[in-house]
Nanobody, 126 residues
C-alpha cells in the first residue's frame, strides 16, 4: 500500500508559478514510479508528467514541456511538480499517482497507476 498526500495548490494569475508536492508513505519510495495527472471539470483525467524510481527519467505531455518540471527527493519521500507560466486552461484538480511497476511506454495512462492522492486544486485566473 502507498498513501499519497498532495499539497501546494492554490489560486495564481496567468503567467504565475506554483510548486506542488506529493508526500508518499507506506512503501520504500525509491521503489515506486510517480506521475502527475490533472482533471478539469467535465473533462477526463489527463497525464501531465512522470518520473522513474531513481529520478533519472522524466516524461511530459507536450503542452507542458519547457514550463513544468517533475522531480523527486527519495530521502524525503516526496515528488514535486514545478509549474511555471501557468495558463487559465490549466485550471484543474492535480493528482499524484504511484505504482511499483509502471510500464514506461504506458506511463501516460491513468490505469498504469494503482495509488492516487486526493488531489489539490489549481486555479489560474486570466
Amino acid at each position: 500500500q502507498v498513501q499519497l498526500v498532495e499539497s501546494g495548490g492554490g489560486l495564481v494569475q496567468a503567467g504565475g508559478s506554483l510548486r506542488l508536492s506529493c508526500a508518499a508513505s507506506g512503501r520504500t519510495f525509491s521503489s515506486i514510479d510517480m506521475g502527475w495527472f490533472r482533471q478539469a471539470p467535465g473533462k477526463e483525467r489527463e497525464f501531465v508528467a512522470a518520473i522513474s524510481k531513481s529520478g533519472g527519467n522524466t516524461y511530459y505531455t507536450d503542452s507542458v514541456k519547457g514550463r513544468f518540471t517533475i522531480s523527486r527527493d527519495n530521502a524525503k519521500n516526496t515528488v514535486y511538480l514545478q509549474m511555471d507560466s501557468l495558463k487559465p486552461e490549466e485550471t484543474a484538480v492535480y493528482y499524484c499517482a504511484a505504482d511499483r511497476a509502471v510500464t514506461w511506454l504506458l506511463r501516460h495512462r491513468p490505469n498504469e497507476y494503482a495509488y492516487w492522492g486526493q488531489g489539490t486544486q489549481v486555479t489560474v485566473s486570466s
